[in-house]
């Protein structure tokens, strides 16, 4: 009876056991899915085609050079790899410049016909109209099968997903607003964390350290949004006054609520991990006429070392993925950031911002799944590193 | 001049008065052990020489323990100063997470010494003094929990002596070691007795008998006896202290 009940008890834990890994393994499979996608969308809208003259020697658009040619960045053709040529942008409704309304039709059933007939008559042109209006002997060539390349989207520059003709899902300014915000979080966390800890493990007194543990445990457990509402109220307006911002919404200002909010779980971890460190070795140094401090930066933090750096991934692992703080406080522009004080976006608060409004399988939707893709891959990165590093160290 | 000269000291441990009126002298380039069984206060009172017990909250002591003269707990006493003259060695080997040289090295460091020459010189005399060079010679940069049990101690009190002290209390040094280990240990005491005053606590009373010049015995918080190691083994002035070296009890 014993025996099969320890049987039953060691099938159950296996069986726990095998359903989390399975779970995580699932999750991740889901992510990649999702986001795969990605790269089988069309660079330009669903149903929308672009066509050229047939002169025209540029075969090839890439999404960024499309957004610039709409939004007139680019002007000649041989910006783009043409020849010398001014491009003439026709959308739709462009149409009524060149045709009068009898022309195309009372039900627009002449369109195609014409946007045909244009584009045989203008080098220059670029034609951008939906599919059905697209003849069967369209005169010009038509640049419809174009799906988006990686190069789109990891060196993208800009995040427009609502751009027309051609979404925007640069990953740059997400990755790097990601980056700042956390990377400021962490300088400013992680000295003040661990001096946190050295305080409690072995300054403060056991009266102290019995009335702080407590409190900052509990810091750990006041929900995210509570921190980004702190943050928009007392730190937002703190930094506009005091650097002179036009907005005080900033990458700064991000990187503060997120160093306030890793900062329990960092002092709660490296204080454990130095209060490990046996008794008999810090009496040994103290023994050789070392004072405290000597004791502390020579013997326990290097003794503590493992336990300081899963503080440190831990932290960052919260900096990185934290959405609703982040996304209260950084002014959400998605450009490249110069300095802190600019607003940012990050990959998180992007993710949460936009997956309501992007439509299931659409290339956004599909986007936004990448993103999380790239957010698990950092992490992942960055665990892997520091387990590396502090094993390496260890021997 | 006396080399550890303790008058009335009485220990408590908040509420338990944990030393007696303890008058104690240890003359220099002795070896005085402390005997008596467990929770007798012969630990206690070895700390009191390196003011170890400080760091546990709530200690009070009255009297005066005096080093080569110095009242080691008058104010302005800087406490790291006084460890350096009184070196340590612990009853389990407790070597930093470091290789062997640098666990040499550390005391000298942590002094201020930045010599690398000295250091390296000071390294390789302490090892040979703690009778551990042969074994490690090879391996300075490999990491000390490397070694055995017995190494380790006997690092530990190389460790202690790198930084030239004058005494070296050591608390029950070979109580966790193997006899060979425990051999080596002992031998290397006789040595050492040239150069410091050693105060030892131990267990192990044919221990006592073979290292000591003169032996505490320690019994509630007490000293009930303090003479030369022979007249103790032999023949103690008092029935608890002849109880207890034969075995009666403890």
Not at chain 1, 87 to 95: A, G, H, K, P, Q
Not at chain 2, 74 to 101: C, T, W, Y
């Given at each position: ?387 590396f590093i502090s094993k390496k160290k260890y021997n | 001049m006396l080399t550890i000269d303790a008058k009335n000291v009485d220990f408590y441990y908040s509420d338990f008065h944990a030393l007696k009126n303890i008058n104690l002298e240890v003359e220099q380039n002795k070896v005085v052990a402390f005997i008596g ?214």
């Amino acid at each position: 009876m014993k025996r099969f009940l320890e049987k039953l008890v060691e099938g159950a834990l296996l069986l726990s056991g095998s359903i989390t890994s399975i779970t995580i393994l699932l999750i991740v499979i889901f992510l990649f899915k999702e986001a795969s996608g990605l790269f089988n969308s069309p660079v330009i809208e669903e149903g929308y085609v672009l066509g050229l003259n047939k002169a025209n020697p540029v075969k090839d658009l890439n999404s960024y050079q499309i957004k610039q040619i709409f939004d007139g960045e680019i002007t000649n053709w041989d910006e783009v790899g043409g020849k010398e040529e001014p491009i003439e942008v026709v959308r739709l409704s462009d149409l009524t410049k060149y045709y009068t309304e009898e022309e195309l039709g009372a039900s627009f059933e002449n369109i195609p016909s014409k946007a045909s007939e244009l584009t045989s008559k203008h080098a220059g042109i670029i034609l951008f109209l939906p599919k059905e209006y697209i003849a069967k002997n369209f005169n010009g060539t038509l640049l419809n099968h174009e799906t988006l390349r990686p190069g789109d989207f990891f060196g993208g520059k800009e995040w427009y997903p609502t751009a027309s003709p051609s979404a925007q899902y640069g990953l740059l300014p997400l990755l790097l607003g990601t980056i700042w915000v956390s990377l400021g979080a962490i300088l400013l966390s992680l000295p003040f964390g661990i001096a946190v800890a050295v305080y409690l493990a072995e300054i403060a007194s056991m009266r102290v350290r019995n009335f702080l543990k407590p409190l900052i445990e509990l810091l750990a457990g006041i929900p995210s949004v509570v921190y980004g509402f702190f943050g928009l109220v007392v730190i937002v307006p703190f930094l506009q006054e005091s650097f002179k911002l036009p907005v005080g919404e900033t990458a700064l200002a991000g990187s503060i609520v997120l160093a306030i909010m890793a900062l329990p779980t960092i002092i709660t971890v490296a204080e454990d991990a130095m209060r490990t460190v046996p008794r008999a070795t810090k009496e040994a140094s103290l023994a050789l006429g070392a004072t405290q401090w000597q004791t502390i930066y020579r013997v326990i933090i290097p003794y503590a070392k493992s336990g300081i750096t899963s503080a440190a991934v831990l932290g960052i692992g919260r900096a990185i993925g934290e959405t609703m703080a982040v996304l209260m406080v950084t002014g959400n522009a998605a450009v490249i950031p110069h300095t802190l004080l600019e607003p940012v976006r990050t990959i998180p608060a992007t993710i949460a911002a936009e997956l309501g409004e992007a439509s299931a399988g659409s290339g956004h939707y599909q986007a936004l799944f990448a993103l999380g893709c790239i957010l698990f891959l950092i992490t992942m990165v960055i665990s892997i590193s520091i387990e590396f590093i502090s094993k390496k160290k260890y021997n | 001049m006396l080399t550890i000269d303790a008058k009335n000291v009485d220990f408590y441990y908040s509420d338990f008065h944990a030393l007696k009126n303890i008058n104690l002298e240890v003359e220099q380039n002795k070896v005085v052990a402390f005997i008596g069984p467990s929770g007798c206060g012969k630990s206690t009172f070895l700390r009191i020489l390196n003011r170890m017990n400080d760091l546990i909250p709530g200690t009070r002591l009255t009297g005066s323990v005096l080093v080569e003269g110095q009242d080691i707990y008058a104010p302005g006493i800087h406490v790291d100063e006084l460890r350096k003259k009184v070196g340590m060695v612990f009853q389990k080997p407790n070597p930093f997470p470091k290789s062997i040289f640098e666990n040499v090295a550390y005391g000298l460091r942590v002094n201020g010494v930045n010599d690398k020459t000295f250091i390296e010189e000071r390294v390789v005399e302490s090892i040979k003094a703690a009778a551990l060079w042969d074994e490690v010679k090879d391996k300075l940069k490999k990491s000390a929990f490397a070694l055995s049990g017995g190494q380790q101690q006997r690092l530990c009190i190389a460790r202690a002596l790198a930084i030239s002290p004058k005494v070296l209390l050591m608390d029950e040094p070979a109580s966790a070691l193997d006899p060979i280990s425990t051999a080596k240990i002992e031998e290397l005491i006789y040595e050492l007795k040239k150069d410091y005053t050693i105060v030892i606590v131990t267990h192990n009373m044919q221990q006592a008998s073979r290292v000591s010049d003169k032996t505490a015995y320690f019994y509630l918080g007490e000293l009930i006896e303090y003479d030369e190691t022979t007249k103790i083994f032999t023949n103690p002035q008092h029935i608890s202290t002849q109880n207890y070296i034969t075995g009666r009890f403890g």
